[in-house]
């Protein structure tokens, strides 16, 4: 294989490791939100005004438009509070909502965090575990291929007779 080839394939290795790497840290953000939010966080009942469909991170899921009163006696709106496809398919009947409210938890702390709805809060916790696991594995194998495929066309050039 040219050395060009070579070096071109350990910076695409590089740049989709590190890429990856920080996409795991994204959705480790996400995860641990969900946690706090899960221990820590006020029950209320959230009326649902709509439902888009979102690609996130790459995968497909349905983001909740809601509006809750909160403790303080306050209005609050959150426009795409994430759920899991399978918890959609349990509130959304073809192009129709069948829920019209829902139960979240918020964080009276920290207003700019999302809720997060509880019914679908355990699998959601786990899809984005999965994600940590695959975003992560997946930037540590990029890498390593890097390291790998540098020490490698390195060492094999190295040991060729000049001329």
């Known amino acids: 294989m040219p050395q060009w080839i070579a070096d071109w394939m350990v910076w695409v290795l590089l740049v989709a490791g590190i890429a990856a790497l920080g996409m795991a840290g994204w959705t480790w953000r996400d995860a641990d939100r969900v946690a706090r939010v899960t221990e820590s966080g006020i029950e209320a009942v959230a009326r649902v005004e709509g439902a888009t469909r979102i690609s996130w991170k790459g995968t497909p899921e349905v983001g909740l438009k809601l509006s809750w009163t909160d403790s303080a006696g306050q209005m609050r709106k959150a426009e795409t509070v994430a759920v899991t496809q399978a918890y959609a398919d349990t509130i ?45 594995g997946g930037g540590a194998v990029a890498l390593f291929s890097a390291v790998l495929l540098l020490l490698f066309g390195r060492r094999k050039n190295s040991a060729r007779p000049a001329g």
Do not use: H, W
């Not at 009947?93 to 702390?109: E, H, N, R």
């Not at 019914?119 to 959601?124: M, R």
């Open 92 to 136: 959304i009947k073809g192009q129709q909502l069948t829920a019209l409210a829902v139960p979240i938890k918020y964080l009276k702390s920290e207003p700019s965090l999302q809720p997060l709805v509880v019914p679908d809060a355990e699998n959601f916790g786990r899809l984005l575990a999965a994600r940590i696991r695959v975003f992560a």
